[in-house]
């Protein structure tokens, strides 16, 4: 067997290392990117996850007649209230889906300028902020 050729294919350490610093050099600059980017994804779940259910708060009430009352929650657009008639659900197609940080989303009646208000308070889950703290909703 001829050891020279053998030797040859091999990388040496130095090799190795050149391209872990390129490695780690790119990470550095791409990465930070990636992270906004999936900040972002998450307030355009929300905001769709928002209209998706207010569409069918919008259904319920040409049913009901009435958007349902704060008591009553969202749980009322997949299971018929008590004592509501004209109740034709369930109005959405599957389980009232949890933020995109996984807490539910606030629902109360009536709202503050409109006739409800939906809404996620972001990652922090407080009032306020901004970024993936921001509010996000209709008030």
């Known amino acids: 067997m001829d ?3 053998k030797y040859c ?10 391209v872990l610093v ?4 790119l990470a550095g ?4 990117k990636l992270f906004q980017k999936v900040g972002s994804s998450k307030i355009k779940v929300a905001k769709t996850q928002i209209e998706l259910i207010s569409s069918g708060l919008d259904t319920y009430r040409l049913d009901v007649g009435s958007y349902p009352t704060t008591d009553q929650g969202l749980a009322a657009l997949r299971k018929a209230p008590e004592g509501v008639k004209n109740w034709d659900g369930p109005y959405l197609s599957k389980n009232i889906p949890v933020d995109p940080w996984g807490s539910p ?3 109360m009646r009536p709202g503050k300028e409109e006739a409800y ?3 996620t308070l972001g990652q922090d889950g ?4 901004e970024g993936e703290n921001q509010d996000i909703g209709n008030f």
Do not use: C, D, I, S
């Open 117 to 119: 208000a939906l809404f």
């Open 22 to 25: 390129l490695m780690t050099l």
């Open 105 to 107: 989303y606030h629902y």
């Open 9 to 18: 294919q091999a990388f040496t350490l130095m090799e190795m290392l050149v």
């Open 126 to 129: 407080e009032e306020g902020g």
């Open 29 to 32: 600059l791409v990465g930070p």
């Open 3 to 5: 050891m020279k050729k």
